[in-house]
C-alpha cells in the first residue's frame, strides 16, 4: 500500500477538516474540506461527518485523524470540546466503521505539533519545545529533542479555578467578547504560568488566532521565546497523515 499521499483529518471543536497531505512535503495535494462540527458533537454525530468528508475526497485508504481529546490506543479518556459520549470510545472503531477506512487517531495539538516539527519552525530544533493551538481550546504539544511526548492537555492546568482553556482560548476572547488587548494579557498569564512550571526553550502558537499574532504579541512578557507557528491551521491536518504513515510503517 502507498504510504505517501494519505489523508488527514483534523476534528476541532468548531470544524471538521480534511485533505490529501503529500507527507514527503507537507504539502496539500487536494482542495481542504472544512464542514461544520455537528453540535452536539456526539459519536454518531461525528462519525457521520467524518464519512461525509472522506467521501468529499473520493479517498481509500489509510486516514490519520486529530481528535480533540487525550487518546490512548485509540480510545478517548476526555472530552472537553466535544460531547462526553465520547469518553471511553473507541475512535478508531467509530470511525473506521463509518467511513469504512482504516483510520489512526492521535491527539489534535499533537499532531499540530508533529507537523510543526517536521515542515515547521521546531524543524531540527533540540530542547524542549511546546507547541500550543489556540482554539475553541488551548491544546499542548510538547516535544523534547524532536521526540513527542503525547498527551501533555496543558490547556487544563487550573487558572483562576477553572481549566486554563476557559480563561485564555480563543473562544473565551469570543464569548467574552475581550479585545486583542485584554485577551493578549489573559494569555500572557497563561505563558507566565507555563514558564514557572515548564521553562520550554521556545513556544509556538498554532491555532487560527496565530495568523493574528501582531495583534497581542505587544501584550506578551514571558522571557521563554514566542513565535507564531509557520504552518497555520494547516498543521493539524498534515500531523494527522505523518501520525498515520508512522503507524503504518510501525506495523
Ligand atoms: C482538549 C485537548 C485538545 C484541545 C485543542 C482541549 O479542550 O482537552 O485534548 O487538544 O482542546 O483542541
Known amino acids: ?26 504539502e496539500f495535494q487536494s482542495e481542504r474540506v472544512r464542514l461544520e462540527t455537528p453540535q452536539p458533537a456526539t459519536p454518531a454525530a461525528v462519525a457521520k461527518t467524518f464519512s461525509e468528508l472522506v467521501k468529499a475526497h473520493q479517498y481509500k485508504g489509510v486516514i490519520g485523524c486529530g481528535f480533540p481529546a487525550i487518546v490512548k490506543q485509540g480510545v478517548a479518556q476526555s472530552a472537553a470540546n466535544i460531547s462526553e459520549q465520547w469518553i471511553g470510545k473507541n475512535i478508531i472503531e467509530a470511525l473506521s466503521l463509518s467511513s469504512a477506512c482504516p483510520v489512526e487517531v492521535l491527539n489534535d ?5 508533529m507537523a510543526e516539527m517536521a515542515f515547521g519552525l521546531g524543524r531540527g530544533v ?11 481550546g488551548l491544546g499542548s504539544a510538547l516535544f523534547m529533542d524532536g521526540k513527542l511526548v503525547p498527551n501533555t ?3 487544563h492546568i487550573q487558572m483562576k479555578g477553572n481549566a486554563a482553556e476557559l480563561y485564555a482560548s480563543n473562544k473565551a476572547r469570543k464569548t467574552l467578547e475581550l479585545g486583542w488587548e485584554e485577551w493578549g494579557q489573559r494569555f500572557d498569564e497563561y505563558l507566565l504560568y507555563i514558564q514557572r512550571i515548564l ?7 498554532g491555532g487560527g488566532v496565530s495568523k493574528k499574532f501582531e495583534k497581542f504579541e505587544a501584550q506578551l512578557s514571558v522571557d521563554i521565546e514566542v513565535k507564531p507557528a509557520e504552518l497555520k491551521n494547516q498543521a493539524g491536518i498534515i500531523g494527522a497523515a505523518l501520525h498515520a504513515r508512522k503507524q503504518m510503517r510501525s506495523r
Open 126 to 136: 533540540s530542547g524542549m519545545v511546546l507547541l500550543i493551538t489556540i482554539g475553541s
Open 109 to 113: 495539538a499533537d499532531a499540530a505539533g
Open 199 to 205: 521553562n520550554p526553550d521556545l513556544i509556538l502558537l
Open 1 to 26: 500500500m502507498q504510504d505517501r499521499y494519505i489523508l488527514g483529518v483534523d476534528v476541532g471543536g468548531s470544524g471538521i477538516k480534511g485533505a490529501i497531505v503529500d507527507t514527503h512535503t507537507g
Open 153 to 155: 492537555e496543558f490547556g
